[in-house]
T-cell receptor, first 114, second 118 residues
Framework: GDSVTQMEGPVTLSEEAFLTINCTYT??????LFWYVQYPGEGLQLLLK?????DKGSNKGFEATYRKETTSFHLEKGSVQVSDSAVYFC?????????????FGKGTKLTVNP | GAVVSQHPSWVICKSGTSVKIECRSL??????MFWYRQFPKQSLMLMAT?????????EQGVEKDKFLINHASLTLSTLTVTSAHPEDSSFYIC??????????????FGPGTRLTVL
């Protein structure tokens, strides 16, 4: 079945460091891909998405490119801030039985130190 | 906009009792609500999908008689864990999609409910 694998954390970086969180997927067809972020005490929020191959999603300085050839959707940010500390989830969306469902990775906890 | 709340945020109960968790869309009407379960260091696992006024659709392996879902209105869905046991201890998260959503149908997530069964 469909699945998402993302790098295990926790990841600890200093402010202004470069961030990469790897995400690969297994799916039939061409799913839409997402990154969600969960700040402490809050619900998951959509960070960015890409719906087809070679699409680049971007938001708040984060970027991820849908790579069909490597079945990947790695999250990057050039210069992280303390406020980026959160748990990041990679996910794909698939159709099943007439409805659309999200399949999540395990999440990667990011801590950014000043 | 698009805020989803859950109540309670955490609950501790004795084995054998039932616990009800509420999920509300505060500023929009939700066509569909989803219930997820998350174990420590694990991904969110979809338990069931519910549409207002109809029976929930459960994922394979989820006991529908144990996890009762009611979606009585466009802004409220409830998950009742019946005869809870320690293995039901987990983090339960709900999400909702807009009534007037675009073709994307983005899911808006609640903050989750931590259930501990003693």
């Amino acid at each position: 079945g469909d699945s998402v694998t993302q790098m295990e954390g926790p990841v600890t970086l200093s402010e202004e460091a470069f961030l990469t969180i790897n995400c690969t997927y297994t799916a039939t067809g061409y799913p839409s891909l997402f990154w969600y972020v969960q700040y402490p005490g809050e619900g998951l929020q959509l960070l960015l998405k890409a719906t087809k191959a070679d699409d680049k999603g971007s938001n708040k300085g984060f970027e991820a490119t849908y790579r069909k050839e490597t079945t990947s959707f790695h999250l990057e940010k050039g210069s992280v801030q303390v406020s980026d500390s959160a748990v990041y989830f990679c996910a794909l969306r698939r159709r099943q039985g007439g409805s659309e469902k999200l399949v999540f990775g395990k999440g990667t906890k990011l801590t950014v130190n000043p | 906009g698009a805020v989803v709340s859950q109540h309670p945020s955490w609950v501790i109960c004795k084995s054998g009792t039932s616990v009800k968790i509420e999920c509300r869309s505060l500023d929009f009407q939700a066509t569909t609500m989803f219930w997820y379960r998350q174990f420590p260091k694990q991904s969110l696992m979809l338990m069931a999908t519910s549409n207002e006024g109809s029976k929930a659709t459960y994922e394979q392996g989820v006991e529908k008689d144990k996890f009762l879902i009611n979606h009585a209105s466009l802004t409220l869905s409830t998950l009742t864990v019946t005869s809870a046991h320690p293995e039901d201890s987990s983090f339960y998260i709900c999400s909702a999609t807009h009534l007037d959503s675009s073709s994307y149908n983005e899911q808006f997530f609640g903050p989750g409910t931590r259930l501990t069964v003693l």
